[in-house]
């Protein structure tokens, strides 16, 4: 059985943190690339960071130093920490497991950055 389930959303302000966290299950967390996607209404989903089996890590230019992925092999989880987060960063947060082609995505998390 495929799941991806996220946690962690809410409304912040500019300037503050944030953590997101999604759980896989256990054959998508262990043969699958990881990462988070983030949309706002209107517009195209928007990569923003990735982790690999290994552990190494890419960020989407928008994020790089203040978003961190990282993952929990216990827990067969995933984090994203959004540090400075900024009005801009408002947006549906996705988790996402890409195997063999395909795409497994969770159901979205609100993050709202506003003053």
């Known amino acids: 059985q495929v799941y991806l389930a996220e946690s962690g959303g809410g409304m912040v302000q500019p300037g503050d943190s944030l953590s997101l966290s999604c759980k896989f299950s256990?054959?998508?967390?262990?043969?699958?690339?990881l990462g988070w996607f983030r949309q706002v209404p209107g517009k195209a989903r928007e990569w923003v960071a990735s982790?690999?089996?290994?552990?190494?890590?890419n960020y989407a230019a928008t994020t790089e130093g203040r978003f961190t992925i990282s993952r929990d092999n216990l827990q067969n989880a995933v984090s994203l920490q959004m540090n400075t987060l900024k009005p801009e960063d408002t947006a549906v947060y996705y988790c996402n497991a890409k195997q063999n082609g395909n795409h497994y995505w969770g159901n979205g998390t609100l993050v709202t950055v506003s003053s």
């Open positions: 256990a054959r998508l967390f262990s043969k699958a690339a």
């Open positions: 982790i690999a089996n290994g552990g190494s890590t």
